[in-house]
């Protein structure tokens, strides 16, 4: 009793004392001659107006002789509490005082703490913190980098003076003396100064970028010969479907709300599951702590605002929208075609409570909705025919978030998420010698509600043990009428599966300049449908030769229980029109890849030179065909068999300068293999990138202005077969749909479902910004000239006759030619 009753004084002390100014504020003289060291913390309680937590046990009979003239309260309180075995932290505006451990004297030290950045106050993920010995300056004494909030802690440091040595590409270097006192831990903030760079690659190096646009459709449709639903969108860890707006000129995410951006096209970390692609992880900006400031841009692609500022005390707010209109400025029509209507919206927000120094407590919201609406008549043929297509998808998501430091050695975070996903589709077609007109209709939606647990414990200087669980409950709905799959009617009425998976992973620095990470994670996903359990292993390392030298290889396994469906016309490109589960009929996938790679920094690290190759091989891999002999069901119709791709990039980047830029070219390989379709021998899919060129260009002539271009050229894909019961004459190109028939086959293909490659990319973009102030505002005029990729509709839209109703419509791709170029021109103010 008289030690809780201790506790609870002392807490009511704490509550009654906050907000009262902070004790780097006070001064106090004070001598004490044998007094108990209970009264001496009441009074300096009552001094400084600091609470102090203590348990009545922990100074029960003890008493204290000191003296101190004009000191603070940190050295008051250590003029106290030396000698008594006890050991206090700070913990928001209350210290917390605790019985020290008996430890030898040879115990050794922890040093943790945070690195921020010094305008935003935010977290630096992968900053390097070393600790030398100031007699030996050249060996690291302890190494690790921070992890996405900016943490690091170092373990078992001997007391004794060290330079601390903190640096991160994009910021100043920061060398600071530190003194590490023998056995205790020690809580050491640092804050970073921006150091003036650019990035052109915002994912890649995950900074902000005037091209991002274009580099939406070069990197974030594509990774590796993957299409963009096959990858894992995170933002601020909750699961995103398909975010991605009409075209790819726009990306999903205004740059402006985000923090990072860490794009994984190998080597996935076990905390990261559930797509056989690439990952894109987005980290959101908490808002700025210090006063209301913000952005907002018009121009005629789309609008933008951005506000953030504080909002209550410790609570901080950011919230950003945009609205995109990419064709409402571009002539009606193309060479005579009816013109395609487009447009996009996207709202973020987050909402930030700081509860200490190293805790804090976020509400995230995310809103993006796409819509596209056509028109199309049969030109030619008897009777007439007209289709209209109008086209919704997008995506909510909410996400509740706690990250914190549970002690010098353990970070922890914990999220509660909800996402849904959804896609309708409605299809009209008006036959002149049928009367009244045909209607089509397809809603789909997934939701998932998902709870997740992390944890990063630092070992010691030679481990780091990263953990977690995460439990999700899908429910998918929705019917799919046939009109619009071309294959066969699909209901998801019925589907709700659980997903479990837990995954460990070891960080393991075996000297500063190899760093290999080993783990893995196991996964159960439970249905009445079927259910599958799988365990994934991953593996990376890390050499660094030199400062500039580094090689890294990793491998990795990756099994995917819910599947994207991407077959027919229009889908090639736009987001798929809905996402299917694992079942006893249809398999897990699962991928298999293996990358190599070095990158060398030179020049004074202006310039970066990067190689990487890279296989994969995926099993049970997922194809449809369609039979016109039986009545279908999406199982039924179902493929499966195997596929594999390897390849090389080479990647050169300039950072410093007047003229900054990137050149990167990727070679690839792709080869498909299923034992219904091209007599069983393998073939190139529709995704295989063969060559893809790439190439931005920065010039700063001045402070006030900035001039570029950006190019992508991507080679053609032309079938390397002749599906089954289809003339080979009629595939001679990607664009030409094949008609022919084999109804004695199994598998006759209607329309030209594997001959039907992609088209290559050719991109440019031209770009002028001039920075002026008007009325002391800083402004930003841009003038943008695009081809007509993303801006104007890529499919040409053709009706035909058929018996059949699923297959009186189609989509080819007719790509945008390189020119003309279309001006886009908008004006952004910040505040």
């Not at 790819?248 to 599951?273: E, K």
């Not at 996964?523 to 030199?546: E, M, Y």
Request: charged share 20%; hydrophobic share 40%; glycine share 8%.
């Amino acid at each position: 009793m008289p030690a809780r009753r201790t506790l609870f004084i002392s807490l009511l002390c704490a509550v009654t004392c906050l907000g009262v100014a902070q004790e780097s504020e006070r001064v106090h003289s004070f001598r004490f001659r044998d007094a108990q060291l209970r009264a001496a913390l009441d009074s300096l309680m009552r001094w400084y107006d600091v609470p102090v937590i203590y348990l009545d046990k922990d100074v029960a009979g003890k008493r204290v002789t000191a003296e101190c003239s004009n000191c603070t309260f940190d050295q008051a309180l250590r003029a106290v509490t030396d000698e008594q075995g006890l050991l206090w932290r700070r913990i928001g505006n209350q210290v917390l005082l605790q019985k020290r451990e008996a430890e030898p004297e040879s115990s050794a030290a922890t040093l943790a703490g945070t690195i921020s950045d010094s305008l935003t106050a935010e977290g630096v993920l992968g900053a390097d913190v070393l600790l030398f010995n100031d007699q030996d300056s050249a060996k690291p004494y302890r190494w690790c980098p921070t992890n996405p909030s900016g943490f690091f802690s170092l373990r078992n440091i001997e007391g004794g003076t060290y330079v601390l040595h903190v640096r991160r590409l994009g910021y100043r270097t920061l060398n600071r003396q530190i003194t590490i006192v023998q056995g205790l831990s020690m809580v050491h903030d640092v804050a970073l100064v921006e150091e003036e760079i650019l990035q052109p690659e915002i994912t890649v190096e995950g900074r902000r970028s005037a091209f991002s646009a274009s580099e939406g459709i070069s990197r974030g449709v594509y990774i590796r010969a993957t299409p963009s639903d096959h990858n894992q969108y995170l933002l601020e860890g909750a699961r995103i479907y398909n975010p991605l707006h009409v075209g790819g000129v726009m990306s999903a995410f205004n740059i402006d709300a985000l923090r990072d951006v860490q794009v994984v096209a190998g080597g996935v970390p076990p905390y990261y599951g559930g797509r056989i692609g690439g990952i894109l992880d987005l980290a959101l900006r908490d808002g700025a702590g210090k006063r209301l400031s913000g952005s907002a841009s018009a121009g005629s692609l789309g609008s933008s605002l951005l506000l953030e500022g504080p909002v209550f005390d410790a609570t901080t707010l950011m919230i950003s929208g945009r609205q995109g209109y990419p064709d409402a400025f571009l002539p009606a029509d193309r060479e005579n075609e009816p013109r395609t209507d487009l447009n996009s919206s996207e709202v973020i927000g987050k909402l930030t409570y700081h509860l200490s120094r190293d805790q804090r407590i976020s509400l995230i919201g995310y809103f993006e909705g796409d819509a596209l609406g056509n028109s199309v008549g049969q030109v030619g043929n008897q009777p007439q025919m007209d289709i209209s297509n109008s086209f919704h998808w997008g995506n909510v998501s909410a996400n509740l978030r706690w990250v914190g430091v549970a002690s010098p050695s353990l970070f922890f975070s914990a999220s509660a998420m909800y996402t849904r996903y959804g896609f309708d589709v409605e299809h009209l077609l008006t036959e002149s010698a049928a009367g009244s007109p045909k209607k089509f209709d397809s809603d789909y939606l997934i939701e998932d509600v998902t709870v997740r647990a992390h944890a990063e414990y630092f070992y010691d200087e030679y481990h780091t043990m990263l953990s977690g669980v995460e439990l999700t409950h899908h429910r998918l709905g929705g019917t799919i009428n046939e009109f619009s799959s071309q294959i066969a009617s699909a209901s998801f009425d019925g589907f709700s599966p659980w997903e479990l998976s837990v995954y460990v992973q070891d960080q393991w620095r075996l000297v500063p300049s190899v760093l290999a990470e080993l783990g893995a994670r196991a996964t159960s996903f439970v249905a009445k449908q079927g259910s599958f359990s799988a365990v994934d292993p991953r593996f990376s390392l890390a050499v660094s030769l030199s400062d500039n030298i580094r090689l890294y290889s990793s491998l990795s396994s990756v099994t995917q229980f819910i599947h994207p469906y991407r077959n027919s016309g229009i889908f090639l490109f736009y987001p798929s029109i809905f996402l299917y589960p694992s079942t006893e009929q249809i398999p897990p996938s699962t991928s298999l890849q293996f990358s190599l790679g070095m990158e060398k920094n030179f020049g004074e690290n202006r310039y970066r030179f990067a190689v990487e190759t890279y296989y994969r091989t995926t099993q049970k891999l997922h194809e449809f065909a369609y039979d016109t002999t039986a009545k279908r069901t999406l199982a039924d119709a179902l493929l499966v068999g195997e596929g594999s791709v390897s390849g090389a990039e080479i990647t050169l980047d300039k950072r410093f300068g007047a003229v900054t830029g990137t050149i990167r070219y990727g070679y690839s390989w792709a080869s498909d293999r299923f034992a219904e379709l091209n007599g069983g021998a393998p073939f190139r899919p529709r995704f295989d990138r063969r060559h893809e060129f790439y190439a931005t260009i920065s010039y700063a002539p001045t402070e006030s202005w900035t001039l570029g271009t950006v190019w992508l050229l991507s080679s053609d894909q032309f079938p390397s077969f002749a599906p089954r019961g289809v003339n080979a004459s009629k595939v001679s190109t990607a664009n030409e749909p094949s008609l022919g028939l084999d109804v004695g086959s199994n598998y006759a293909e209607p329309y030209d479902l594997n001959g039907d490659r992609l088209p290559g990319f050719q991109r440019l973009e031209l770009l002028a910004q001039h920075r002026f102030s008007w009325w002391g505002a800083p402004l930003e005029a841009t003038l943008r000239m695009l081809n007509g990729y993303g801006l104007i509709d890529p499919f040409t839209w053709t009706l035909r006759q058929s018996n059949d109703p699923r297959l009186k419509w189609s989509a080819t791709i007719n790509p945008p030619p390189l020119f003309p170029l279309y001006p886009v021109v908008s004006l952004s103010v910040r505040f």
